[in-house]
Each structure stands twice: as C-alpha cells, then as structure tokens.
C-alpha cells in the first residue's frame, strides 16, 4: 500500500502563484531527501511526457527563463534531466533557495525522517534573494 503526501509550492513575492499536488511513496517514513527527488522525478516526468510551454518545478532548468508563470521553455522542445534538476534542488534546500515545512514544521536536515500520515502536507516554500542586500 502506498503512501499519499500533499505538496504545496509556495513563493514569497511575486514569483508564481500557490500550486498543489499529491505524491506517493511506497513507505509512510521518508527521508526530506528521498521526498525531494521524488517530487523531481515526478515533475520532470510528467513535463517532458507533455513538452508544455512552461514547467512548473522545485527549480529552474539552466536552460529555461523566469516568468510568472513558471519557467518559460525554449521554443524548440528540450528534455529536462531529472538528475541535473535533483542535483540543483539539493544545492538550493543547503543554500536556502526553499524552505519544507512538513505540517508547518520546518524541515532543516536532508536526512531528517519524515512520517507520513493521513493529513500529512509538505510546502515547498521558495525563497526570492533580496536585491541589493
């Protein structure tokens, strides 16, 4: 039996709007690391089986452009790397790029176990460099 987690995507500031989504695991405890490249391969999956004009992601393709509505892909259609996206997701959680809150707990180490529960939610809440500072 799997377990279902909810997942938010939140940005402070003017980045993209609020985004949720379901993902599941084949156990209820979890490292934040294994919740991570979950969320990537599963992100990277569902968009490069759809090539859409935007992708809706943990982290920026090197390749892609910033918009508000996500990350603007290249006109000729691009596969992304899951590998390359997890390797920069994991540089940004150490770098504080994003910020998991685990049921409003905030998770701070990659190796962290992570119970997962009927009401169980995460938020993936992206952090936006200040200018100038």
Do not use: C
Not at 18 to 40: D, G, K, M
Not at 58 to 68: I, K, N, R, W
Not at 78 to 97: L, P
Not at 101 to 130: C, G, W, Y
């Amino acid at each position: 039996m799997s377990a279902l987690l909810t997942a938010r995507d939140e940005s402070l500031g003017l980045l993209h709007p609020p985004y949720s989504f379901t993902l599941s695991f084949q156990s209820n405890f979890v490292s934040a690391r294994e919740l991570i490249q979950t969320r990537i391969q599963e992100e990277v999956a569902e968009h490069n089986a759809n090539q859409s004009e935007y992708f809706r992601g943990l982290v920026q393709p090197s390749f892609t452009e910033q918009t508000l509505n996500g990350f603007k892909m290249p006109k000729e259609k691009k596969m992304i790397d899951w590998r390359e996206q997890y390797a920069k997701a994991i540089t940004a959680f150490e770098r504080n790029g994003f910020i998991m809150l685990v049921d409003e707990r905030q998770i701070e180490d990659l190796d962290e176990i992570i119970e997962i529960e009927a009401h169980t939610s995460v938020t993936f809440l992206k952090l936006v460099p200040l200018v100038g500072g």
